[in-house]
């Protein structure tokens, strides 16, 4: 697997082989196959320094590294969200 990474401050579509593409945000990353990296038109874009190619695990993110920030699950002890009454009240 290969890491591309978004070199521009706007979003890009990064065309991959069997007509698919990749969608990348601003200053993005998105994972490819091994095999999609040699891709004609993907290449094109690495060469203008619009996108970079790197190989998978060379950077460690926050989520990598097992630093998640502490999100809430849920609300604790119930469903949350819209109740719903039954019957006639």
């Known amino acids: ?3 591309v990474q978004n ?7 990064v065309p991959l082989p069997g007509n698919k593409t990749l969608r990348i945000g601003p200053r993005g990353q998105g994972q490819i196959r091994d095999e999609a990296a040699a ?10 320094g619009t996108i970079s190619l790197q190989a998978a695990g060379g ?13 809430p699950t849920g609300r604790p ?11 006639d009240r």
């Open 7 to 13: 070199q521009t401050n706007a979003p890009i579509a």
């Open 59 to 71: 950077r460690v993110g926050p989520t990598q590294a097992g630093n998640l920030p502490n999100l």
């Open 1 to 3: 697997m290969k890491t």
């Open 39 to 48: 891709f004609g038109p993907l290449q094109k874009l690495v060469e203008a």
């Open 77 to 87: 002890g119930g469903r949350g969200g819209i109740r719903s009454s039954r019957g």
